[in-house]
């Protein structure tokens, strides 16, 4: 089957399309699929391809290749390492045995060890070099940490393309050429920044501002459609990376016997009549990219968790572990829940924590099921992070 996408004159998206894609690195949901885009780029001279695909989906990318008569490719421009874009280069090379793989000294030392590629098999490339093809000249750009150290993009000058890899990408299975459902792509764009992108979120700034530099009519990441406003992709990346939070509180909670849920409750309430707004996910049931999702611009992150073999729940440990890996722009944190008779529960979630620099509130469990006066002490801790919103100027 093939599925050609054409981006401008003699540029062309060869990639493979996975509609089938639930989980990606085996931790990273994608509930929407997604691609591997691969650019196929025609000059008058030479032919490059930027970036490969997923080798399990290698056929489509050589089905492609076939129904527009490419016989012979150059160069293979590898923007990153990672296998999703660069499986396929050792299958490539088989079939196109002239081509040589075009990247950054990183990048081919990482395909060395991934892929057991040779010495002989590549061009090494360094910051602002460029390439004719014949009328179309590729410029590489490095853009380190997005998410590997290796990562650049690659620019097609002539057509003002910005080739971006992972960069500005989303998990959606398509075939538009271009994102055309703004709502949804926005989603899981925000989604693949979440999951991915945002702990290097003070790095990305730099590469935003190279990218705009630029000034790219279409921008063409590796992951989802291509953006032919690139603006609206710049915009929601320099939204999500910028230090401004929202006057929102996320509640993380598992719940054994419905003592921590009673807390929850309480404290939406609270924190609803304190005037701040509130999203409560269950943690056994919920999508944990959603989570990710919503990790992105709050201020104020609970946890509740019951204390249950002298610790946290389990999920409650992975949540408080994901949250620091992640690395949010979260500003406060919180730890409540219900326990028996006693454990080391705010031990272990705040040793989960350690790389958040954020304020901890004191933290506030109840013995069993919560009575008057604890609910007194909840509407406490609801107003205690309404006057922290308020400090940060949050709130109004
Ligand atoms: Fe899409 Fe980092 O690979």
Not at 4 to 11: M, N
Not at 26 to 42: F, H, K, R, W
Not at 239 to 251: D, F, G, R
């Amino acid at each position: 089957m093939s599925m050609i996408r054409k981006l401008a004159e003699g540029v062309y998206n060869v990639g493979a399309i996975d509609w089938e894609r639930v989980l990606f690195d085996e931790i990273v949901s994608t509930p929407q699929g997604t691609s591997y885009n691969s650019y196929l780029i025609l000059g008058k001279d030479k032919v490059a391809l930027i970036d490969t695909v997923e080798p399990e989906k290698a056929d489509q990318l050589f089905a492609n290749l076939e129904e527009l008569g490419i016989e012979r490719i150059d160069y293979i421009v590898s923007n990153h390492a990672e296998q999703d874009h660069s499986g396929a280069i050792p299958e490539l090379l088989e079939k196109y045995p002239e081509a040589k793989v075009v990247t950054n000294a990183k990048c081919k030392g990482f395909e060395k060890d991934l892929l057991h590629l040779r010495d002989e098999d590549f061009i090494v490339i360094n910051e602002g070099d460029t390439l004719d093809l014949g009328g179309k000249t590729l410029k590489f750009v490095m853009t380190p940490w997005v998410h590997w150290p290796e990562t650049m993009s690659t620019f097609l000058l002539e057509d003002k393309i910005a080739f971006t890899c992972d960069f500005f990408g989303s998990h959606a299975a398509t075939t538009h050429t271009f994102a055309e459902q703004y709502d949804r792509i926005y989603h899981e764009a925000k989604r693949y920044y979440a999951e991915i992108m945002m702990p290097f979120r003070q790095i990305i700034a730099r590469n935003i501002t190279k990218i705009e530099e630029f000034g790219p009519k279409i921008i063409a990441p590796s992951h989802g459609p291509a953006y032919s406003d690139p603006k609206f992709i710049i915009n929601a990346y320099k939204e999500w990376i910028s230090p401004s939070t929202k006057n929102e509180a996320l509640i993380l909670y598992v719940s054994m016997h419905g003592s921590t849920k009673k807390m929850v409750d309480a404290l939406v309430d609270s924190l609803g009549k304190y005037g701040v707004e509130v999203k409560v996910r269950d943690l056994i049931r919920s999508d944990m990219g959603e989570v990710a999702i919503d990790l992105v611009d709050i201020t104020t992150l609970v946890i509740a968790t019951p204390t249950m073999l002298a610790g946290p729940h389990p999920q409650a440990v992975y949540a408080a572990y994901l949250a620091n890996a992640l690395k949010p722009k979260v500003k406060i944190v919180g730890i409540i829940g219900s326990y028996g008779w006693g454990g080391r529960t705010v031990d272990i979630l705040k040793a989960n924590l350690g790389a958040l620099k954020v304020e901890l509130l004191e933290p506030l469990l109840i013995k069993g099921l919560p009575k008057d006066e604890d609910y007194e002490k909840i509407d406490e801790f609801a107003k205690k992070i309404a006057e922290k919103h308020r400090e940060l100027g949050v709130m109004k």
